[in-house]
């Protein structure tokens, strides 16, 4: 005797719906597969500039009320720049006080403090900057400012 005559026998039309089912089976998942290769990939929404941020920001405001932002960050553009250079670079000393072998902790704690400075001067000009484009602004401009991102909830549309 042999395995085959303890096995249960198949009707010869099973076979080929077991057959057709993996088949189709095997087919989609290949589809799913192509589709994610060839699929676009999301375009990043978080981009490290601030000069792109800002412009989707003005995107946003009153067409009167993104001009004005726009004159104020093209009046202060090389200020902003500059204090924006000059925080990533501060973040990058941190970055290399961490690569840096042997390892000093103080080094670490001066970049670190050189960021924060940094940081503060970077936050203090657009601060300003902001503080100015809202002053020439309507109150649709300022409430968009407020609101930013769109979509967000705040004290006055909480549901």
Do not use: Y
Request: aromatic letters at 6%; proline letters at 5%.
């Amino acid at each position: 005797m042999t395995v085959a005559h303890f096995a249960p026998t198949v009707a010869r039309g099973s076979t080929r719906w077991l057959l057709l089912g993996s088949l189709a089976l095997n087919l989609f998942f290949v589809g799913v597969a192509v589709a994610m290769m060839i699929r676009a990939p999301d375009t990043p929404t978080w981009d490290r500039n601030v000069f792109v941020r800002m412009e989707r920001l003005s995107t946003t405001l009153p067409p009167a009320d993104a001009d004005k932002l726009r004159g104020d960050i093209n009046n202060n553009h090389q200020q902003i720049e500059a204090a924006q250079t000059q925080f990533r670079a501060a973040q990058e000393q941190i970055r290399a006080a961490l690569r840096k072998e042997p390892f000093d902790v103080n080094d670490l704690r001066a970049a670190m403090t050189q960021t924060r400075a940094a940081r503060q001067n970077f936050d203090q000009i657009l601060q300003g900057m902001f503080a100015e484009a809202a002053s020439k602004m309507s109150h649709d401009g300022r409430q968009a400012l407020a609101d930013w991102p769109p979509g967000r909830k705040t004290a006055g549309n909480e549901q």
